[in-house]
Every structure is written in C-alpha cells, then in structure tokens.
C-alpha cells in the first residue's frame, strides 16, 4: 500500500515540477504515474549499475557526480515514457533537484 501511495505522489510530484520548469512535459496524469513506474525501476535496476560503474568519478567529484547519473535517469525516462519529454541535460538535472525536493516535501505532508 505504501508503495502505491509513493508512486501517487511522484505521479503529483512530477506534475507540479513540470509545471514550474521549462523544458519539461508532461501530457497528462496518467504519464506521470507512468512516469513515476518507470523511475521506480530504473532506480532499482539502472541506478545501482551506474553506481557501481562510476564510483571512481564520483569518489573524485565527492558525490556531485550522483547527480549526473540522475539526470540520465530522468533523460533515459525521458525516451521510454510516451508523454513526458525532456529538452536537455540541464533540464533533466533541474527536473531531478526539484522533483525530490517536492516529493520529500509532499511524504513529510502525507
């Protein structure tokens, strides 16, 4: 059940993220809850294999590099998720900042 909630609440999330930065699309709610399904999986599945292919970099970057493996993610959702597009890297970087400052905000509320 609480998985399900989180996914609803990305879904919101990526909503209202969207609306406040330009570059990002999001047709509808129904593509952000897809949305929001797909990053679920690539966070558990791609995210712990660019991890551990970087940790080098992100050793020498203290961490910033996290950052960047971040913004592939929401680039490579990007490309999967029918509806919901990104215009660059320095959008897709944005678009993570504040998409887990917002749904930080939103699981403190509910």
Do not use: H
């Amino acid at each position: 059940m609480k998985f399900i909630v989180s996914l609803l609440l990305t879904g919101v999330a990526a909503m209202l993220t969207s609306y406040w930065l330009p570059g990002i699309e999001i047709d509808g709610f129904l593509s952000a809850l897809i949305l929001a399904m797909v990053l679920a999986v690539l966070n558990a599945v791609v995210r712990p294999v660019l991890v551990l292919l970087t940790i080098p970099i992100t050793i020498f970057t203290l961490g910033l590099f996290l950052l960047v493996i971040n913004a592939l993610i929401i680039i490579i959702a990007g490309e999967l998720v029918i509806g919901f597009r990104v215009d660059g890297f320095f959008a897709a970087l944005l678009f993570s900042l504040i998409l887990s400052l917002v749904t930080s905000i939103l699981d403190m509320v509910f």
